[in-house]
């Protein structure tokens, strides 16, 4: 294991991104609470901004690859 600083890290666990932005703020600096919310299709966030939890629906396109975060 190495001591390096892992706030900046964007790897994505598990196939599900690491800091997605915020819906609320639109600020990046996000964290993953659960895998799975209140349903199996969805993980729950939390945003170190705001201090707002929020969910994020999984799912992947027809190809295999996961859609782009879209933000409004």
């Given amino acids: 294991m190495t001591n390096s600083d892992d706030s900046n890290d964007t790897r994505?666990?598990?196939g599900l991104p690491s800091a997605p932005p915020c819906p609320f703020c639109?600020?990046?600096n996000t964290e993953l609470m659960s895998a799975f919310g209140s349903h199996a299709s969805v993980s729950t966030y939390w945003c170190n901004e705001c201090r707002s939890p929020f969910e994020l629906l999984k799912w992947q396109s027809g190809d295999g690859h996961?859609?782009?975060i879209v933000r409004e």
Avoid: D, H, I
């Fill in 12 to 14: 994505e666990v598990g």
């Fill in 66 to 68: 996961r859609p782009r």
């Fill in 26 to 28: 639109k600020q990046e």
